[in-house]
């Protein structure tokens, strides 16, 4: 009996022991850490920022990035993420999702490969419990910071274009949200015309000429386009068909990236949201912390503001001016 109770505590013990000797103490930094990023891709300037920040953070840190370019493909990140799961050559798996839903399969084949995932920018509809946290702005605030924005320079009357992004990304599902959240206040404000133009600067252009054909402009009192890029083209577009931007038709998007103060120093948009680039680093600390065992909270926020001028960005963001 006295034997059995031995081996009952030594049992225990050992049990204890285990995690404790399979813990991990990762330096803060991450250096040595081989992680996976699967990026949406290079549709326009912000994510081009978004991913030279994230790969200039792992740089610093002395982590090994393997970056894939999805080229706006789930089917592309999916591959992507099989193939590191596969090689079992990644300490965890960065993705920067194109769209919202389908992602339950591959996330489970990474927890089951005990691979911790972080989702950064756009959200996922997937169990929390397949990923470790979401590293994001609140693109429902930058919605309605826009709306708020044009509530107040248009008392709240204005016939509004809206540009979407890619269809069932959370960024342009969120945003239309918030804005609408904003606009409903006012029974004199409504979109009147809403097309995607996926996030892409050619495509804003492509779909602001059809509306400019199909409507009357004096018809058109602002855009909100879901980002910058968009925006842009959208002010191509207006300029070539004889139309002021920024002041025949008001102009508020999001991103605020160097291209949208370009143009409100030529006059031709009114404001943008910022969307901070700047996620890597975040993304990379929730990672250390979980693979030291660490408690990591589900939504980790990157915040910005709404901005009318360079000057103004620029007092806020001392290191870019």
Known sequence: MRHFKFVVVLFVLLALLVPASMAQDIPASGEGLTIGFSQVGSESAWRTAFTEAVQAEAQARGINLLFSDAQQSQENQ???MRAWIAQGDVDAIILAPVVESGWDDVLQEAADAGIPVVIVDRNVD???SLFVTRVSSDFVHEGRLAGAWLAQA?????????????VGSAAAEDRHTGFM???DLFPDMQIIHSETGDFVRSEG?????SILSSEDPANIC???AHNDDMAIGAIEAMKEAGIAPAKDILIVSVDSIPDIYDAMDAGETNASVELSPFMGG???DAVVSYLNGEDVPKWIPVGGG??????AYDADHPASS
Do not use: H, Q
Not at 154 to 166: D, M, R
Not at 205 to 209: A, Q
């Open 78 to 80: 999916i591959a992507a």
């Open 126 to 128: 997937s169990d929390p």
């Open 154 to 166: 248009t008392s709240g009357k204005c016939n509004i274009v809206e540009l979407y992004g890619t």
């Open 181 to 183: 959240d904003i606009i």
């Open 205 to 209: 252009k492509t779909v602001m000429e």
């Open 222 to 224: 602002a855009l909100f």
């Open 282 to 284: 975040p993304a990379f």
């Open 306 to 311: 709404l901005y009318t001028s360079r000057a």
